[in-house]
């Protein structure tokens, strides 16, 4: 099975930038949908945004703007680029993949759609 592994959180600033990685153990599927998911204590797990096989992206309304989802498929490695960072944006991040759907078929942001997740990795601004 794909196993996913997160790196790239830390502390920062109000206004400073992180870049997420999450790296898969091996190459996609033909259809797929990856998914960068976050949680604060006491929260709900929250969508972030999802890129699918075709390389359709969708990012929550809270962070259009300033995070940016990409992947690079030669090193089987999904990012978040986070711009503008704000303390409201302290969480657990997480990486989730569902597999043998696009992105736009399903609600992304139910995080019970996705089959496989990260160990996740905290992000804290202040």
């Known amino acids: 099975d794909v196993q996913l592994v997160e790196s790239g959180g830390g502390s920062v600033q109000p206004g400073g930038s992180l870049r997420l990685a999450c790296v898969a153990s091996?190459?996609?599927?033909?259809?797929?949908?990856m998914a960068w998911f976050r949680q604060a204590p006491g929260k709900e797990r929250e969508g972030v945004a999802v890129i699918d096989s075709d390389g359709i992206t969708r990012h929550a309304d809270s962070v259009k703007g300033r995070f940016t989802i990409s992947e690079d498929n030669a090193k089987n490695t999904l990012y978040l680029q986070m711009n503008s960072l704000k303390p409201e944006d302290t969480a657990m991040y997480y990486c989730?993949?569902?597999?043998?759907?696009?992105?736009?078929?399903?609600?992304?942001?139910?995080?019970?759609?996705?089959?496989?997740w990260g160990q996740g990795t905290q992000v804290t601004v202040s």
């Open positions: 091996r190459v996609p599927n033909n259809n797929f949908c």
């Open positions: 989730a993949a569902r597999d043998f759907s696009r992105c736009g078929n399903f609600d992304w942001s139910a995080p019970g759609l996705f089959g496989r």
